[in-house]
């Protein structure tokens, strides 16, 4: 079992910056690839960015590539997503996810998830 906590939601401005962060515990840490996911409400969980287990890689969808940057702390637990010029179609509820085999990009391919952080962007 993976427990996931994440924090830093707020509102904020377009062009402005947040940074979400994703605490784990349970079991080893270093098992998991750790993706970051959103919805709007009624719509489905969309990919955001993901990151191996060592850190070393990471992946992004087209939509924040360029904008947003996943790291990996391993010896405190952490993952964090850094989100620079927000936008308002930024606006959803942010979940991080834990996958234990491969480096997907599928919600229904990781196991764990938190129970959530919103992101609000303003014009």
Not at 91 to 98: E, L
Request: glycine share 10%; net charge neutral.
């Amino acid at each position: 079992q993976v427990q996931l906590l994440e924090s830093g939601g707020g509102l904020v401005r377009a062009g402005d910056s947040l940074r979400l962060s994703c605490a784990a515990s349970g079991r080893a840490f270093t098992k998991d690839a750790i993706a970051w996911f959103r919805q709007v409400l009624g719509q489905e969980l969309e990919f955001v960015a993901g990151i191996s287990r060592d850190g070393t890689s990471s992946w992004y969808a087209d939509s924040v590539q360029g904008r947003f940057t996943i790291s990996r702390h391993n010896a405190n637990l952490t993952v964090s997503l850094q989100m620079d010029n927000l936008k308002l179609e930024d606006t959803a509820a942010y979940y991080c996810g834990a996958a234990p085999l491969g480096s997907p990009r599928r919600a229904d391919e990781y196991t764990y998830w938190g129970q959530g952080t919103q992101v609000t962007v303003s014009s």
